[in-house]
């Protein structure tokens, strides 16, 4: 029997929040959706392949958990122990499996798995099953969620797809006062090497650019949330040939361009890429750097 559809709606937490257009913003507002709706194509088309392809993001989703708080904490200091049952958001929670693992660690709290990809989504409710996980289809920038409705949000190697500023103005708004936003996200940097190769190759805008970790430094700086960790680590992979480390991207959802000025891949293109690729070879193989920044910021009570 195949399970229920997923719904847009989450047992208690249901707010019709999505921001209206002004008349002036609807060529953003068309370009910005159907950016939106390539990545989530790209993921939902990964989902079978993602959890097998996903050697670095376990990784990196591992790390970002050792900044996860031992217990959720009350929404009043010294009102601790009053309060039974919490609520976790995973933002950009793929195929389900980060959401299952802080479902097993908090037992008083009800997870919320959000994700843009319906196909990620039902990947993940056909093979995770846990009576206090929520499957819900939203936007980070833009959550289907009440104010102030959240006592955590986890996210790994989800919001390098959106815009910084508008994550964590969601995040500040949807956290109760005293919640945590732990997460890992991308910085400047990332794929520097299929970006050099592809230049050499003639080609730009092929690779996703991201901002420094200083600017997004000041960014969390300027937000109203308090910054109580902040750190970058860089993770390198290698691959036997390029063919490898670009099926690997398309097996993780990850080939999205948001520039998309490059066009198709030709057979002479691939040449050249492989070509340029081959001068910066490694005797693990070819490399990829991945600049991985983890955060833990706090609301203010
Ligand atoms: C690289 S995967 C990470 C999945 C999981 N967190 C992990 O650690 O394996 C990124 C996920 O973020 C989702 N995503 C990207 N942009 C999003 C957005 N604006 N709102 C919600 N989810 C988004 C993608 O659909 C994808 O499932």
Not at 47 to 53: K, N, R, V
Not at 144 to 161: E, F, H, M, N, R
Not at 275 to 282: D, F, G, H, L, S
């Amino acid at each position: 029997m195949s399970p229920p559809p997923v719904q847009h709606e989450v047992a208690g937490v249901r707010a019709d929040l999505q921001p209206a257009s002004s008349a002036s913003s609807v060529t953003t507002d068309l370009a910005n959706a159907r950016v939106k709706q390539r990545i989530a194509d790209n993921f939902s088309r990964a989902a079978d392949s993602y959890d097998q392809a996903a050697i670095l993001q376990k990784r990196v989703a591992a790390r970002t958990m050792l900044g996860l708080p031992a217990q959720l904490r009350s929404e009043q200091p010294g009102s601790e122990g009053l309060q039974i049952s919490h609520r976790i958001l995973d933002l950009g929670t793929g195929t389900g499996l980060h959401s299952l693992t802080l479902a097993e660690r908090y037992d008083n709290a009800v997870v919320i798995g959000m994700d843009l990809a319906m196909g990620m989504l039902q990947f993940a409710r056909h093979h995770t099953s846990h009576p206090r996980i929520d499957w819900c289809s939203g936007d980070i920038e833009s959550m289907p969620l009440q104010s102030g409705a959240v006592d955590l949000i986890y996210s790994s190697l989800a919001i390098q797809w959106c815009n910084f500023e508008q994550v964590l103005g969601e995040v500040s708004r949807v956290l109760k006062p005293g919640g945590a936003f732990v997460f890992s996200t991308l910085a400047e940097g990332s794929l520097k090497e299929l970006d050099s190769a592809w230049c050499l190759a003639g080609e730009k805008d092929r690779v996703n650019r991201f901002d420094s970790f200083d600017t997004q430094k000041q960014r969390l700086n300027a937000s109203d949330l308090v910054r109580q960790a902040f750190s970058l680590k860089p993770e390198t992979l290698f691959y036997s040939n390029v063919i490898t480390l670009l099926r690997s991207l398309k097996a993780l959802g990850v080939n999205t361009v948001l520039a998309d000025k490059g066009g198709l891949v030709t057979r002479r293109k691939l040449a050249a890429l492989q070509q340029a690729y081959e001068k910066i070879r490694q005797p693990e193989g070819l490399p990829l750097t991945y600049q991985v920044i983890y955060g833990v910021l706090q609301k203010p009570y």
